[in-house]
């Protein structure tokens, strides 16, 4: 499988409109990456880009060594030469076609040999484990065995690459969980390259080896998605991961000693970085804080509670501390009543102090409340 590398991709559409600003990352053999990102952030365009079906604007595509595209060299070489496999949101089955026939309808046009098409039908779908649907139509089938004949239609002809647009976003929640362990298992099984477009941060936390984060066509973070929920480059990465997301509390940062006591209107607290930081000796900052690092405690701080969401498993409640309000998880089957007083305190080492005007990450680091 190829190792695929974009250097200084960009895409410019009419009237001067910039989807994807001087791109650089790299897809290893076998990793399974998802493009994540707002809705018009530029991830789909990079996924189109990657597959020959959109142009860039500048910049190179390799896959291992070859060069598929060169703005400067006049390469441009087309999907069908790419050896990929694209898989669709809306499936784009052939209605009047068999299962069987969906899926072997692409290895005819390729010239396959017959005796062959017919193994590798049975192969692919007992892989995707539809062995009973091959003489159904696409209009006898569920939306989660259309997309497993959608998968093993793309799959079917070996490519060395997957690309996926957002290809679960049509399916009920409870299928789109259980189509997501499909995917993460095939992965596994097929060892091949996985290119995976969402705007979804849980499916990207769940399936993927790695996480593009994107914002307005620029790359904001690139690493394994538990390193993009714990360590944060900038307060979008933070915000954008997680859900509940990340509290944000401001705050003003005096210096003392390797610690930094910030202050906010509610409380004051004691920030140690984990690594050696070098900061102005007061200065503004973001306080970023996960909510299951929000412990409910007999003692701490008062605070009023404005929502509890109990899920089973866990509440999600919404605490009101004066003029901030933070999100906190309480594990286990319990609920809280509206307006109730509880007190909460802050427990861990994986609390993310931000800088106030650029809002990227200074360092991650223990809390203490001083009062």
């Known amino acids: ?46 996924l189109r880009m990657i597959a020959g079906l959109e142009t860039p604007s500048e910049g190179e595509i390799y896959f291992d060594d070859t060069c598929v595209f060169s703005d400067e060299k006049g390469i441009n070489v087309s999907p069908d030469k790419r050896d990929i496999g694209f ?28 005796e062959r098409i017919e193994e590798r039908v049975d192969e692919i779908c007992q892989t995707m484990r539809i062995e009973e649907y091959k003489d ?27 690309l996926m647009d957002e290809p679960l976003s049509n399916l009920d929640a409870k299928l789109r969980n259980d189509m997501r362990a499909e995917l993460k298992r095939l992965h596994l099984t097929t060892g091949s390259t996985f290119v995976y ?26 690493c394994p998605p538990l390193q993009l929920y714990g360590e944060p480059e900038n307060v979008f990465c933070a915000d954008f991961m997680g859900n509940p997301s990340m509290n944000f509390v401001n705050c003003h940062g005096k210096k003392q000693g390797d610690r930094i006591v910030l202050s906010t209107r509610s409380f004051e607290c004691e920030f140690t970085p984990n690594d050696k930081i070098d900061v102005p000796q007061e200065s503004e900052y973001v306080l970023g804080i996960r909510p299951e690092f929000v412990n409910i405690t007999e003692d701490g701080l008062e605070a009023t509670v404005i929502s509890s969401l109990p899920s089973g498993m866990e509440t999600t409640l919404s ?23 509880v007190r909460f305190n802050f427990s861990g080492n994986r609390y993310v102090l931000f800088d106030g005007a650029s809002q990227n990450k200074l360092s991650l680091g223990s809390l203490k409340v001083i009062k």
């Open 1 to 46: 499988m190829p190792t695929i590398k974009l250097v200084n991709v960009s895409k410019r559409f009419s009237k001067g409109s910039l989807a994807v600003d001087n791109l650089n990352m790299e897809i290893k053999d076998g990793e399974f990456v998802s493009l994540l990102g707002p809705s018009g952030c530029g991830k789909t365009t990079t």
């Open 319 to 341: 605490l009101a501390v004066d003029d901030i309000t933070l999100a906190a998880v309480a594990f286990g089957s319990v609920d809280f009543a509206m307006d109730s007083k």
């Open 87 to 114: 898989l669709f949101q809306n499936y784009a089955l052939w209605p009047h076609m068999t299962v069987r026939k969906n899926i072997s309808f692409g290895l005819e046009n390729m010239k396959w040999p017959k």
């Open 197 to 222: 477009v969402t705007h979804d941060q849980s499916e990207a936390m769940t399936l993927s080896t790695k996480v593009a984060l994107i914002k307005n066509g620029l790359l904001q973070q690139y």
């Open 136 to 162: 159904r139509y696409p209009a006898e089938l569920s939306g989660g065995q259309q997309q497993r004949v959608a998968i093993a239609r793309t799959l079917a002809p070996n490519p060395k690459v997957l």
